[in-house]
């Protein structure tokens, strides 16, 4: 069945340094990716998407690059702010399967 | 901007207690999905509908939990004799099906059930 492995958290950075958070999925065919962001108390909001093979999503200084070849879509994010602090949810969407897959959750603080 | 909204946000019940949940999609999307999430993983698939349709149900989605969605629109969770073990946060998404690629859900703030 699909599945997505993200990696564990709580990451911990301080303020403008870079972040990465490793994704990796399984699944039949050609998923679409996405990452989810949920901060504390609320439900989850899109933050990126991407639906094939070599595709780069982006938004609020946030990018993730499908790669089919090593099955990743590794979140990265040049320098990160104290208002970024959140779960971040990497998920995939499989069409036939009509439900999302998400992750675990990796929770990332910033602090100042 | 009209997103997905859920009723109530937060419900605190005693065990054996029915509970209902209400989500009011996008208004042009079609599919509307249940979720839920425990402390610290992820959301987990529990119904799907297509329209008015119930097309797919978990095996998560035990006989104490129903749900509609009356004329494919606003839709309804219901659990009934609450257990202790229900306590989560049920999150409600829509999307416009857009064949096998590129559909995208959006989801409410969710409500967070409480069972005592």
């Known amino acids: 069945g699909n599945s997505v492995t993200q990696m564990e958290g709580p990451v911990t950075l301080s303020e403008e340094a870079f972040l990465t958070i490793n994704c990796t999925y399984t699944?039949?065919?050609?998923?679409?990716l996405f990452w989810y962001v949920q901060y504390p108390g609320e439900g989850l909001q899109l933050l990126l998407k991407a639906t094939k093979a070599d595709d780069k999503g982006s938004n609020k200084g946030f990018e993730a690059t499908y790669r089919k070849e090593t099955t990743s879509f590794h979140l990265e994010k040049g320098s990160v702010q104290v208002s970024d602090s959140a779960v971040y949810f990497c998920a995939l969407y499989r069409g036939g399967y009509q439900k999302v897959t998400f992750g675990t959750g990796t929770k990332l603080q910033v602090i100042p | 901007d009209t997103g997905v909204s859920q009723n109530p946000r937060h419900k605190i019940t005693k065990r054996g207690q029915n509970v209902t949940f209400r989500c009011d999609p996008i208004s042009e999307h079609n599919r509307l999905y249940w979720y839920r999430q425990t402390l610290g993983q992820g959301p987990e698939f529990l119904t799907y509908?297509?329209?008015?349709?119930?097309?797919?149900k978990s095996r998560l989605l035990s006989d104490r939990f129903s749900a509609e969605r009356p004329k494919g629109s606003f839709s309804t969770l219901e659990i009934q004799r609450t257990e202790q073990g229900d306590s989560a946060m049920y999150l409600c998404a829509s999307s416009y099906r857009q064949g096998v690629t590129g559909e995208t859900q959006y989801f409410g703030p969710g409500t967070r059930l409480l069972v005592l």
């Open positions: 699944a039949t065919g050609y998923p679409s």
């Open positions: 509908f297509q329209n008015e349709a119930q097309l797919e």
